[in-house]
């Protein structure tokens, strides 16, 4: 089963960027479909966006569409999340979630990191 590990996460303001990192510990990454979620406290965790494991194509909330890009670098293993013109609305930990299927739900995924916090200020 593959071991994810999510990195980049921090305090920045509001309009700031950052770019989420998910680190997969194995090789058949590139068999998985990918996603990102994200839970603030007293939330649910909810969708973020996903990248299919066929072609690349990108799925977003619509939170965050315009403003998020999710790719993927099978050579290195690793799932990113750039963020673009955060908002205080954006605060929550990030988790990266590896799947069979593709899905924006949570029960589409069975394999999670254990989450980066991204706080923005407003």
């Known amino acids: 089963q593959v071991q994810l590990v999510e990195s980049g996460g921090g305090l920045v303001q509001a309009g700031d960027s950052l770019r989420l990192s998910c680190a997969a510990s194995?090789?058949?990454?590139?068999?998985?479909?990918m996603g990102w979620f994200r839970q603030a406290p007293g939330e649910v965790r909810e969708f973020v966006a996903a990248i299919t494991k066929s072609d690349g194509t990108g799925y977003y909330a619509g939170s965050v569409k315009g403003r998020f890009t999710v790719s993927r670098d099978n050579a290195k293993n690793t799932l990113y999340l750039q963020m673009n013109s955060l908002k205080p609305e954006d605060t929550a930990v990030y988790y990266c979630a590896a799947g069979a299927v593709q899905s924006t739900a949570t029960l589409g995924y069975d394999t999670w990191g254990q989450g980066t916090q991204v706080t923005v200020s407003s």
């Open positions: 194995r090789r058949t990454f590139n068999m998985y479909n």
